[in-house]
Structures are given as structure tokens and as C-alpha cells.
């Protein structure tokens, strides 16, 4: 019989997410007075800034050619790979709800092949712990929590993600924790395109016939924020597959994302924002994890915010690569990146991993221990955006 313990806490991990203040309401401070999701980021160039021109030409690919379509030849010699060759240039109009609705999501499944169950450091699999939705409206209860839209070779795509709070910009973060597959191919492949960040997509927890003729503002809240700049690990790039592969424990990354009007930050705008736990003690001393995000594959269809809690057990890939946190989840893929929270010794909630990988079965999840390489990635974010 499982622990109610991790039920006990769940209560209080829930309520710690929730807000008791929030800066604005999704449809306040519009400082152009367009519905948020119909405003385009700062930009210039009809929606690409000087420095990504510069960047795009230093790759021979022409500004004007990517806006109007070029951005969609994944030819090998034109998908860009390497850390620092990521470009992601405003197109405007791109996000539309029809088309956001549309997104697949990247669901990165394992057979029981992909791993060793005998290792010591893997735990017996958890029993299915069945997802359940947030409480609504979102902006309310999970704030800080939203989708990870995205281009790639096979079309739109779908992941979850998580306003995280900067230590060099305290109070006005742009930063998003989410996973390195949302961001990334991995070995086989480059940067995906056209990302962009939705805080508490479909706010109200509408049904896809009800949000047939919805507004953009009832969609996406405080509109499409675009990253500007994207980390992952050098691990992912390296080594990261199609199933997660040796490169799953290492499956995390960072955005930085532009202010959608004015200069009113990421943070600001939603009103919360979660701190990152690099030092969480061992899983034995965790009584619970909850994992947040937007499930898409079926019996999901991505409109609606679920939640898992559950006491976390230990997962081994290879025994060359760190353990990973494991919990039962019934959520599917569209949740990967979103955010994995737990109370630390001061009873504050924080940011432990992010979604990974799941059996085929849908019974569980996986995500990485966030150790010093995590922390490097995301300490090189906030370092090159002080004041920004």
C-alpha cells in the first residue's frame, strides 16, 4: 500500500504554488492597447533585430528569405547545431491559436530496453499515480507554469515549461526552465525554431469546442513571449536521441525571453516566479515531488494544466550517467519540460527537474537531478542577461 504521506504534502506543495497576489491580471497593463497575444515582442526589421540580421548572415541565410519561409529548410548543412549558433527571430503573426492548438507533442518514450531495472540506484517502478487538472483560472493557482511552442522537421510542437526566478534580475525575471528536448534535436540534429513561451496557456481551462471562436487573449493570457536566446546542456547536444537516450539526464534547459510590450518583465507580467534547487538532498529525505504541465498525447489533447504528486524513486539509464528522479504519472507527452517542484528545508517551494522521459504505458516520468552542470547553464543565462 503507498505512503498517504506524499498526499499530506501535496496539499501544501499545491497551495505553495498557488498566488495570493498577482502583479496584473492576464488581460491588464496592455501598453499598446492590443489584446497581449496579438502584440509583437520589441523588434525591428519587421520582427528581427539587428544582432540575429548580423547572425543569420554570418550562417549565409538571408533575413528576409527566413521571415517569408526559409526558416522551414532543415537541410543538414542549414540546421544550426552548436551552443553558440542558436537564432530564433520574431515572426510575427507566426502563433496563431488555431496553429498553437495544432502543436504535436514530442513524446520521448522508452521500452523497457532503454534502461536496466537491476542497477542499485534504480528503484522498483512506482504504481501510476493518475494526473489531475489544476484548479482554475491558472493565473491563480499555477502562475508561473506554461507551453513551450516550437518548429522542427516534423511540424509544430508542443512542450510545458516554468517561469523561473534570476539572481542577477531579482523581482523581473525572463528566464523559463524547460527541457532540452523542447529546444533541441540532440546528436542526430539542431536548434528547433520559432520558440516561444505561453504562461497559463487557455487560462480558463476552456474545451476545444469552446475555444473554437476564442479571442487570442483567452488562449494565450499574456501572449507569446519568443526566446532570444536558448542553453542547454553540452550533454544533450552530445548525446541526447529520439527516446532520450544517454543524453536523458541531462534533458534540461534554459530560455531567456522577450518582454511582449513595454519593459515589464516575464515575471512581472504573470506575477511569480519559482527559485531553481541545485542542491536538493538525496530522493531517501524528498516525501514529495508534483510535476506541472500540459499532457497532449492521447487521452490528453494539450488544452488542459494537470498535475502529478508523488513520493520520487530513483531511475538509472546507464551507469555512467547521473540518476534520475522518478515519480508515477499517468500525463503523457506535451508535459515534457514542464517543471518539477518540491518544498526545501525552509518549507519554500522550488524548482527540482523538469519532465524527461516516460514508458510507453504512460505509468511514470522521469526527469534529471539538476547538479552543478545544470547550474552552470542556467548561472551563464543569468550572467549574460544582468539588467535585461
Not at 93 to 111: C, H, I, N, V, Y
Not at 171 to 198: D, M, P, Q
Not at 360 to 374: F, I, K, M, N, Y
Request: glycine share 12%.
Amino acid at each position: 500500500m503507498r505512503s498517504v504521506r506524499p498526499l499530506l504534502v501535496a496539499t501544501g506543495l499545491v497551495a505553495a504554488l498557488s498566488l495570493t497576489a498577482t502583479a496584473c491580471g492576464p488581460s491588464e497593463d496592455k501598453t499598446d492597447g492590443k489584446p497581449a497575444a496579438e502584440s509583437a515582442g520589441g523588434n525591428d526589421t519587421g520582427g528581427i533585430s539587428a544582432d540575429l540580421t548580423e547572425t543569420l548572415k554570418k550562417h549565409g541565410v538571408d533575413p528576409e528569405k527566413w521571415r517569408n519561409g526559409e526558416w522551414k529548410n532543415w537541410d543538414k548543412d542549414k540546421w544550426l547545431r552548436e551552443a553558440k549558433d542558436f537564432v530564433n527571430p520574431v515572426i510575427d503573426g507566426l502563433w496563431k491559436p488555431e496553429r498553437m492548438k495544432s502543436a504535436k507533442d514530442p513524446a520521448k518514450t522508452m521500452a523497457a530496453s532503454d534502461f536496466s531495472g537491476d542497477q542499485g540506484v534504480t528503484d522498483p517502478e512506482p504504481a501510476p499515480v493518475k494526473a489531475e487538472p489544476e484548479e482554475l483560472p491558472y493565473h491563480e493557482h499555477a502562475a508561473p507554469v506554461g507551453k513551450v511552442f516550437f518548429d522542427s522537421p516534423e511540424g509544430s510542437m508542443v512542450c510545458s515549461g516554468t517561469v523561473v526566478k534570476d539572481p542577477k534580475n531579482p523581482g523581473r525575471s525572463n528566464l523559463v526552465w524547460t527541457a532540452g528536448h523542447c529546444v533541441h534535436a540532440g546528436s542526430k540534429g539542431g536548434w528547433y525554431r520559432n520558440i516561444v513561451f505561453v504562461p497559463a496557456y487557455n487560462d480558463k481551462g476552456k474545451s476545444a469546442a469552446a475555444l473554437e471562436n476564442a479571442r487570442s487573449e483567452e488562449i494565450a493570457p499574456y501572449g507569446a513571449f519568443w526566446a532570444d536566446w536558448v542553453t542547454t546542456s553540452g550533454e544533450w547536444i552530445a548525446h541526447g536521441g529520439p527516446t532520450g537516450g544517454e543524453g536523458a539526464p541531462y534533458d534540461y534547459s534554459v530560455l531567456h525571453v522577450q518582454p511582449q510590450n513595454g519593459t515589464k518583465s516575464l515575471e512581472e507580467t504573470v506575477g511569480n516566479a519559482l527559485p531553481v534547487n541545485f542542491d536538493a538532498p538525496e530522493i531517501s529525505q524528498i516525501s514529495a515531488m508534483g510535476a506541472w504541465g500540459y499532457p497532449a498525447a492521447a487521452p490528453y489533447d494539450g488544452l488542459i494544466m494537470h498535475k502529478c504528486i508523488d513520493r520520487p524513486g530513483r531511475l538509472s539509464i546507464s551507469p555512467s550517467t547521473p540518476t534520475m528522479y522518478r515519480i508515477g504519472c499517468t500525463m503523457t507527452g506535451g508535459s515534457s519540460g514542464g517543471g518539477w517542484f518540491s518544498e526545501g528545508s525552509d518549507g519554500k517551494l522550488a524548482l527540482v527537474s523538469n519532465t524527461s522521459i516516460g514508458p510507453v504505458t504512460s505509468g511514470w516520468l522521469a526527469g534529471p537531478h539538476l547538479g552543478q552542470g545544470a547550474q552552470e547553464i542556467f548561472t551563464m543565462m543569468s550572467d549574460k542577461f544582468v539588467g535585461q
